[in-house]
């Protein structure tokens, strides 16, 4: 090891919680050590949310030649898809993606080190057989895809993570998904739309983090016109010549390929939290503020993926911030964290606002429905299938939350957060104007249909308008 070296702040990981931090840090020292072990450019630009919605929009794109003929759009059926093709444009507009994260690093090249860290105290570190010392750290070192050790041996190109999905050259025939949260389904659903057979299976009875059953098997049921789905089901993997068996309880399918896609974790392990002198949980995992991103009462601050919160674009962004803000306080100061937003987009669009079904009191609280089947945009662009719930406090009509499965959520799921966030009674919400003819008629319904089950005085208002029931004016 070489001799100490002495920094105001260290941060490990340049993924989107680690350039956050970088921002602010940067603002107050210019003494400072970036590190970063592996690929540069961060999960959401190389591997996450960026080519996944590539995918998507290809295979979106594709599937809509089955309602050409409705609208009267013919010889749809000389259309096809060249997937090599595909995948080549999803990864050429993904390094664009990429390359605009990279251009962070001009001009600070000397403060960059790339290499694996290892804390070896609540002020030190080790990288590159060099020692680091700094008042303050900051571990944002991201997650990768969780592979069980029972998989690990499959051979990689029959075995597909959305780290390697992307890479893929070509697909071949017959994919299992393994696990239908967010990232699960959005690919099933691509790979089925783009001619892919998919058989998908999950260990759970609700689809999408949904945690709404009635919202959850309207889901399943659009779902399932386009592959098949085997929920409640624990599956495992058995390595073939000519591909994978997936065997799940009494049922048993060959697959050319599997991706798995059954959650990430975080890069915490072999990072030295054992030489933080704190408490582990069975995981692992410290004791992390999700206000300061502060680890116990110790100058270390784990933001992002790694501290396995939120791993959405919005909320590790927020940690690094809030990270790097903190590591330049004399007193910790915590933030409140934004509305809770989490959106899957499938067709149709899934979304979950605020507070999930689950986690609410079911007897201080009415559930607002609104079925998109009829609805007149929605049905106008032959996309009227799905549901919206939205939860409302009985007493107040305080929105409190909501999910949904249904065209446009991944817009009017931002709405409802906004009035959530503040804290706005339902009558407030529906005294928003809503053009006609708009998908917000739909949230406009299943607002309508809470407040009637309200505490709240039922008097003409603007915001009490009922609906003209008219498929063409609602």
């Given amino acids: 090891m070489t001799a100490l070296h002495t920094k105001d702040v260290i941060i490990i990981g340049a993924g989107t919680a680690g350039l956050a931090a970088l921002k602010q840090v940067q603002e107050l020292t210019d003494n400072y050590l970036l590190i970063n072990d592996g690929p540069y450019g961060t999960t959401c630009a190389r591997v996450g949310c960026m080519p996944s919605k590539l995918l998507i929009e290809a295979a979106n794109a594709f599937h809509r030649r089955y309602q050409f003929d409705e609208f009267g759009i013919e010889n749809a059926d000389s259309l ?13 507009v993904r390094d664009y993606f990429v390359s605009s ?11 960059v080190i790339t290499g694996r ?38 051979s990689n190109d029959k075995l597909l993570t959305t780290d390697t999905l992307f890479e893929q050259r ?11 949260g967010a990232i699960g389904i959005e690919m099933a659903q691509a790979l089925a739309r783009l001619g892919v057979k998919v058989t998908a299976f999950t260990d759970s009875a609700l689809l999408a983090g949904l945690t709404d059953e009635e919202v959850s098997d309207k889901l399943k049921y659009s779902l399932e016109s386009e592959f098949t ?9 058995e390595e073939l010549d000519s591909g994978v068996r997936v065997t799940a309880g009494d049922i048993e399918v060959n697959v050319d390929q599997v991706l798995v896609a059954i959650g990430r974790q975080p890069n915490l392990d072999n990072m030295g939290l054992d030489k933080l002198d704190i408490a582990l949980d069975d995981k692992g995992m410290p004791d992390i503020d999700p206000n300061t991103a502060q680890v116990a009462d110790i100058p270390v601050f784990v933001a992002g993926d790694a501290s396995a919160n939120a791993m959405l674009l919005h909320e590790v962004a927020d940690e690094g911030r809030i990270a790097g803000h903190n590591v330049f306080t004399d007193n910790i100061e915590a933030y409140q964290r934004r509305t809770p937003l989490a959106i899957v987009f499938s067709e149709p669009n899934t979304a979950l606002v605020g ?25 106008a662009g032959l996309r009227n299938y799905g549901v919206m719930h939205v939860y409302l406090d009985k007493k107040s009509g305080r929105l409190l939350g909501a999910e949904m499965s249904c065209p446009g959520a991944e817009h009017m799921a931002h709405t409802l957060a906004l009035a959530i966030s503040q804290d706005l009674c339902v009558k407030e919400v529906l005294a928003m104007p809503i053009y006609h003819p ?25 915001a009490r308008c009922d609906a003209f029931n008219s498929e063409a004016l609602d």
Wanted: aromatic residues 4%.
């Fill in 117 to 154: 860290a290892r804390l070896t105290g609540k002020r030190t570190i080790s990288v590159n057989d060099q020692l680091f010392s700094a008042e303050k750290i900051i571990v944002a070192t991201g997650s990768r895809p969780i592979i069980p050790d029972k998989w690990q041996s499959i």
């Fill in 170 to 180: 070509d697909l071949k025939s017959h994919i299992a998904v393994i696990g239908l």
């Fill in 438 to 462: 708009v998908l917000e008629e739909g949230m406009r319904s299943a607002l309508r249909d809470g407040l009637k089950q309200t505490d709240l005085e039922q008097s003409f208002d603007l």
């Fill in 80 to 92: 096809s898809v060249n997937l090599p093709k595909v995948l080549e444009r999803v990864r050429h």
């Fill in 101 to 111: 994260t990279l251009r962070v690093f001009s001009g600070i090249e000397d403060k």
């Fill in 229 to 237: 789905i085997h929920t409640k089901t624990q599956a495992d993997l």
């Fill in 355 to 379: 507070s999930r079904l689950s986690e609410l009191d079911t007897d201080k609280m009415v559930i607002g429905k609104a079925s998109f089947d009829d609805q007149g945009r929605a049905r």
